[in-house]
């Protein structure tokens, strides 16, 4: 139910607690599983390409389920939204842990030039279903950056996301750790799929007892309907729109003020990092012979990395430096990161890493904030959720076309993603030059 009362815009960490601690523990929850995912898949059959195809599985569906989530939030509230895409993210692990249950019998084998040698076992099946039903009320991230939207004051903006940005690489460092401990058990990959299964179900709790919700004087109006004026038809006077009652639709948002650009730049992040995502586990398991501790370490320097850069480094640096400089500046510095992995050495992966963690750190959250101050108080939502579904959109080509393209030409797929990241440079450099700084006078 909506408070009688808005909450009061977060100045300090305490009031953001709450949405902070629901962020860090589903992160936790997924980057448990993360690091042995690849290996799972192979061990049921499928191959890299297999498992870039899965990846795409939860974009995909939360192409489907993001924005009608997003609109829903902007309707009904927050809260209630999120505890549904929580409860979604619950049932999927306890599907994903049904799967180990099952005999690994074959159902289709493949042997293709284009696609490779895999086989489609019972338990890879149940994997697919499990983070489709995820992908489908996956739209969890989209409404906590709402939520954090609707409490965030303009001179704290690019802060808060960098703490919420905080928060998320907080999980992707305690999870491959959590993995590696609870996966060299006798129990192998199944306990930490219970510990995720434990994880999501507390923070179904967090957000049932521990979260107030932030939208207040909700309609029951449809969202399409404009204004009052369409009640009363024949009345002439000019009427007051009502609250709850903005026209949601993907048109109208395009009609914003450099909204198409922004999106633009959403897509192209998204796709350039999902050609990385898919590609590099590959590529350290068979091009750079790491172990799963190997990589597991690896993505957790690099989340501990994006932690120190989004936090204290992010907010000293927002403050005197415009929006535009470190959107496109952190930009040009991950797509270097990116190109520099064409170099195989041990050495040279941490220093990509080091520079894809600095120019991340330094661009996301800052495009997130002004994603969310350009979207207007009453449409964060339904934005944000059109932002999440074409986020989707892009990471479903890159997961399978990077798949695809790392096995024709193996590591020269991370020089995609410099040149993707670079043209989300180029138009980014057209945005509105605004700096946190200038809110705070």
Known sequence: MAQDHAPAPATGLMPLLPILSINFVGTLGFSIVLPFLVFLVADWGGNAIVFGILASTYSAFQLIGAPILGRWSDRFGRRRVLLLSQIGTLVSWIIFLAAFLLPADTLLSVDSALLGQFTLTLPLLVLFIARATDGLTGGNVSVANAYLADITDESHRTENFGRMAVSTNAGFILGPALAGLLGATVYGAVLPVIAALVISAVATLMIQFGLRESRVNLLDAKPGMQNACKVFGQETKECYQLKGCDDTSSASILKLPHMPALLAVNFLVMLGFSFFYVAFPTHAALGLNWS????????????????????????????????????????????????????????????????????????????????????????????????????????????????????????????????????????????PGSASASAQH
């Open 292 to 431: 799963v501790t190997d990589a597991g370490t690896f993505f957790a320097v690099l989340s501990l990395l994006m932690v120190v850069v989004q936090g204290p480094i992010l907010a000293r640096l927002a403050a005197v430096v415009p929006e535009t400089v470190l959107v496109v500046g952190g930009c040009i510095i991950l797509a270097a990161g990116f190109a520099l992995l064409l170099n195989g050495d041990t050495a040279f992966v941490y220093a990509a890493g080091g520079l894809i963690a600095l120019g991340n750190g330094l661009m996301w959250p800052t495009f997130m904030a002004m994603l969310s101050r350009l979207s207007g108080e009453r449409l964060q939502g339904a934005v944000q959720g059109l932002a999440s579904s074409m986020g989707a959109a892009a990471s479903i080509a890159g997961l399978i076309a990077g798949g695809l393209i790392y096995t024709w030409v193996g590591p020269w797929v991370f020089v995609l993603s410099a040149l993707t990241i670079a043209a989300a440079a180029a138009l980014a450099s057209a945005f």
